[in-house]
């Protein structure tokens, strides 16, 4: 009785994917080299928030919407405008594929957001940065981290 019990349990466990989490002052100090300080008159501390409140700095983060969009990494982009996970229809304005956005090169999210952002809304896209770090005093964020 115990053996499909546990056969099921291993099973379940190896389709657990390792979730990637970046520590919030590298984070900082990627932002910083890509020039995100000051884009679109946001500071790295509005960027650090964002991440903060959409993923927990999990680059690997994923989560299904009720539409049958997808979010996808350390920003959460959605699948139905910004980037193309051909499960759902995309307008991919970022041209990229959204399990591009789940690596630990930056690059990709970093371009995808420029565009978002520069784009109409702001940062006003991701209703968490409206209501839990617009207007707020956020320097807190960058605390420690060692920017040169």
């Avoid at 680059?59 to 996970?85: L, R």
Wanted: proline fraction near 2%; charge should be negative.
């Amino acid at each position: 009785m115990m053996k499909p019990i546990l056969i099921c349990l291993v099973s379940c466990l190896l389709t657990i994917v390792q979730a990637i989490f970046i520590h919030r002052c590298d984070l900082a100090k990627i932002l910083h080299e890509e020039d995100l300080d000051g884009f679109e008159g946001y500071s790295l501390s509005d960027w650090l928030c964002l991440a903060a409140l959409e993923s927990n700095f999990n680059i690997s983060k994923v989560n299904e919407n009720t539409d049958g969009s997808f979010d996808y990494g350390i920003f959460q982009i959605n699948s139905h405008y910004w980037c193309n996970d051909y499960k759902s229809h995309s307008e991919n304005i970022c041209r990229v594929d959204c399990r591009d956005l789940l690596s630990l090169d930056l690059l990709p999210t970093i371009n995808c957001i420029k565009k978002i952002v520069s784009g109409a809304g702001g940062m006003k896209n991701w209703v968490n940065w409206r209501l839990h770090c617009s207007g707020r005093p956020l320097s807190y964020w960058t605390t420690g981290c060692h920017l040169g």
